[in-house]
């Protein structure tokens, strides 16, 4: 009997068609993107940092549940109230699947059981995936240091192959992630699937100004951009597009006191819903440079399996 590839396990745990996943990116989500992204197939995740409490997050799990019948994530973070969030989210609002960041606890897995819960599990270093590898994880995924989210020294692919022999649950590989050639990588591999983040954060659903994505674009147009990976605490790093508010603040030290102060952190995404005319400091992953237009969150799910379809029908040559 031939044994199911992780990534037909991952979707029948999701209740997706496609193994692919919209990453929470903490700022860079909301109803609106969720909801497209999960229409389209994939599994649309709706990070709540920004938005903190229960109050805030419902209106936009309820404007998902206008737009789309399908399954969708929501994201918590490890952040001070991560459990009461959870808990309210599952209980009160009736949230059936969650992406938690870096965490799992035993009260989780106690609302796992109670509720029939699906949890998928975001680690960033073989470190943090041992405070979780006994709890009843669904999805995992392992975020390496391609990403612009909070991430660790380690790669994608690195962490991926120091975590693959330690769990029976399919992975998704989140870094750098980007177009259909990464998912049929992802799938030779052995994981279950991609998440991305830049990509859908630059879509024109997400809730990032027009502005700032038209003028990403264009400046991709004539220098493709590059990145650049940045401590912001004695454990995580965060990656940027390097260009100069980034150079500036790099040069001074002032990222590191951002990221200190909390407040401070939430100012600096208050800037990614504004109209911009001059750059600023903005979060991405590796992939930035393959931006070439900005699309709907649904016609990026087509265009990854369209090319996903093409990379498997190519024959390579034997040697």
Sequence with gaps: MTEQHPSQT??????????????????GSDGALVAAVSEAGGLGTLGTFHYRTYERVMPEVELIRERTQAPFAVNVPFFENNLELVTALAERGGVKCFALGGWFSAEVEELKAKHDLTILVSVNSPTVFRYVEQRPIDVLIVQGNESGGANNQYTTRQLF???????????????????????????ALGAGGIQLGTRFFFSSDSPLHSSIKDSIVSRNSKRPL???????????????????????????GEIEQIFSDKERVFALSEA???????????????????LKEVQGAGAIVSEIMGEYADAQATTLPSF
């Design 226 to 252: 590059t990145t650049s990976l940045s401590k912001v605490s004695s454990t995580l790093n965060m990656r940027f597009i390097a260009n100069k508010p980034f150079k500036k603040a790099e040069t001074s």
């Design 10 to 27: 991952l979707i029948q745990r999701l209740g997706v068609r496609y193994p692919v996943v919209q990453g929470g990116m903490t700022f």
């Design 161 to 187: 192959e120091l975590i693959r022999p330690e769990t029976p649950a399919p992975i998704l590989l989140a870094g750098g992630q980007w177009d259909g050639l990464d998912l049929q990588h992802a799938l």
């Design 272 to 290: 990614f819903f504004e109209e911009q005319q001059k750059p600023l400091l903005l979060y991405s992953g590796t992939g930035i440079y393959k």
